[in-house]
């Protein structure tokens, strides 16, 4: 796509859900890893109730975006769940044989790349019968809404009433099931992407910028965040390893560790 005509503001958003991302975990590993009496906001209830949801809704909301915007999401999903099936065999290695806890069952990557398989098949069969673009785009929206407030009937009515690990995705909470981090099931997290990505086909119709008029000054000022959105996997996959590496040894050379 044409520098101009790319949709810029979708990578400067997703710049700013990484940075916001990267905090979080840079002050998690200050504070619970290394054990220094910091960074407070994260056992307040405003941090989790407002601030970290905001954080997720956009990472999976601007992917159900950027999927419209794809010719291949069978391709672009299969190789995401291929990097989060890795990433569950090294967190387990790493858990079950060098004692850190940090299992990885189905975090955002796997979710991210069943929603994107998701998406294709809608795609898939909205190609091969007779219904219209935007009938499509009402479904995909309906069946979106319909999976995030199943949420709530999960909840309420199948809280840790079976061990069946199948069902672990969807979101069920299993009775007997390991301690894991960054659980983040299909249930409702399908439905945001869904959404999303129904809102993606009605307002990137021509897959160009929404903001062809912005200036060289504001595009000098979004760039260093539309980059970290571009590249946002690769930081995803090496930012924690990287920042507790670093905070590693600077405790160690302060005798804290």
Known sequence: MNSKERAFELDFLRG???????????????????GCDTFEYLNSGWFWTFVHPVIIVLFVGLSGICCTFSRNNFKRGLKLLLVAMAFTVVTSFITYKIGIDCLILFNVLHMLSVSTLVYALITLIENKTKITKDQMT???????????????????YYDGVTDNMLL???????????SVADYMPLIPWLGVFLICAAAGRVLYKEKKTLFAGAGKKVRAVTKPLEFMGRHSLIIYLVHQPVIYGILYVIFKLLGKI
């Open 138 to 156: 009402l479904v995909i929206l309906l069946f979106g809404v319909w999976v995030t407030m199943t949420n709530n009937y999960l909840d309420y």
């Open 16 to 34: 700013i859900a990484i940075v916001m991302m990267m905090f979080m975990h840079f002050s998690y590993d200050i504070r619970y890893e290394f």
């Open 168 to 178: 672990y995705p969807l979101g069920f909470h299993i009775s007997g099931a390991p």
